[in-house]
């Protein structure tokens, strides 16, 4: 069965506009990375909304688990910006079940060249099939379940909130 | 525990040669791919060997086996050439027991900016976390059993021997 | 003799900071770019200021024209933002006698990947050996006479004045 | 009036085959470098040739130097193989008067992400504005005139055959 990706922005789809000088959305490059990395999944790709997290609000998190609810696919990767990833995720963790969904971002803009968005994707498209019904997030190589992670803004990194070893 | 990370050479690390306008080997970029996916798992790299892998022999592939043997960790991701991919795997998993080896490439070399390098390489970190022991091929987003999956030269891409659904 | 290159920021240099999500100076990629170029030019480069055009006054623009004056090279390229780049052109025109100046910048940050810059540089270092003395702005691979350049912003390209054919 | 740019492949327009893993040529980069270097010249683009510069032989210089006769523009910048640039800028200097004919290449191909291409191209389009009739190299940021200039294939770079300073 097909992988859902929905798309909500974040980093991952700025873009430099050259006549102010200023970031902004335009479109999403999930399609551009996916032809890179020559993925052959079977993909449904959403663009749910095109907005940078920090102004994400309740209302677009009811519409993201909304839609992970009403999907037919039971695997589902989200792009999200890092700043309120975590948040999001608890959300859909509260209220899905029997779906494994994996939120992934990047923290610098695919555009720019030096991006960690590819990686990140085909580490969030592999979790995402690898791993049981569940919320988790896909950063920095690894994964975390929605209730033991946290952004560590100072590092730029994300890291469990408790390590149990 | 650590993650071990098994460099073989591939298209993965081939780099352009402008003083004679042909392909070679220097050195691996593996390690600027991790950090460019601002990666945080904890790796030991090892650079086993730097050659195609149309130029690989029983010798060598009784050199990676024989490391995977001996290392300590449980999780190995090898970086291979893709056209021999499929050989090195089958003799991985007649001679290994209770590790995980997932091995992937590149069709692309990273050095030539279009790589699928960095999505294959934070697909493969992710499935060597998440899949039972086993040796496994990840390319193209996809994780294939090592007895299922062939390369298919027409189109570039990995695809399984036979689909059971 | 040497050509003089004098770095005082702009777009050209900009980078992303990937904590706060915003764009900011770090050091200049003139010497990357120059190495990228294979460039074997003799050249001394002096990086004066590290600012954005729109906020360089009339202090700045004097350190400009007194570093121009003092400098032994005839031949001098400098890097500098695209919003304020004709007044710049205009302060150093009015002021140095016998010098070959030319300004340039760029639309897009090098460092995004996508730049303008590296066309640009290449373009401003061949006028700056080419042409009589005089101040010129190198962008769009045309090269125009300080007294008759404006920046069409609607567009995000330089234009003359007045066409004379 | 316009500048004439003749392509006739060269590094400049090399790709990587992923079947093959072979380095080969399919269309002209180009038209993409001058949309990224956001030139705005008029330009007349003609591609003449796809071929190495080694395989050049006198019936294809012969075409060379008859589309720069038959051209009405009077400025013009070829891209080239730098193995064989200096002989066919010989036959040009030899065959053609009044028009200043440019020709550049590049030691890495643009595909490669890594290129000078993009530097050179600044380059030759802006010495061909500036210069009085003759035939030039425009290669590291410099200019040679056709009689004085070589290929030093050990180091990749082009040099004066003698320096009169």
Redesign the interface.
């Known amino acids: 069965m097909a992988i859902r990706v929905l798309i909500t922005g974040g980093?991952f789809d700025k873009e430099?506009d050259?006549?102010t000088?200023k970031?902004f959305f335009r479109d999403t490059h999930l399609h551009e990375?996916?032809k890179?990395?020559?993925?052959?999944?079977d993909l449904v790709v959403k663009r749910l909304m095109m907005i940078d997290s920090l102004d994400m609000n309740d209302v677009d998190r009811g519409l993201i688990l909304a839609d992970c609810h009403a999907a037919p696919e039971r695997q589902i990767v989200i792009t999200h910006g890092t700043d309120t990833m975590v948040e999001t995720a608890q959300v859909l963790a509260l209220g899905l079940r029997g779906k494994t969904v994996v939120l992934t971002g990047a923290?610098?803009?695919w555009?720019?060249?030096?991006?960690?968005g590819?990686?990140?994707?085909?580490?969030?498209?592999?979790?995402v099939?690898?791993?049981p019904a569940g919320v988790y997030l896909?950063?920095?190589?690894?994964?975390f379940p929605w209730d033991n992670v946290r952004k560590n803004?100072?590092l730029?990194?994300?890291?469990p909130l408790h390590t149990e070893r």
């Open positions: 980093t430099y050259e006549l000088g970031l990375m996916l890179l990395g020559r993925c052959r999944l923290m610098v803009p555009a720019f060249g030096s991006s960690d590819l990686f990140n994707l085909g580490s969030a498209l592999s979790f099939q690898a791993l896909a950063m920095n190589g690894r994964c803004r100072e730029g990194v994300f890291e």
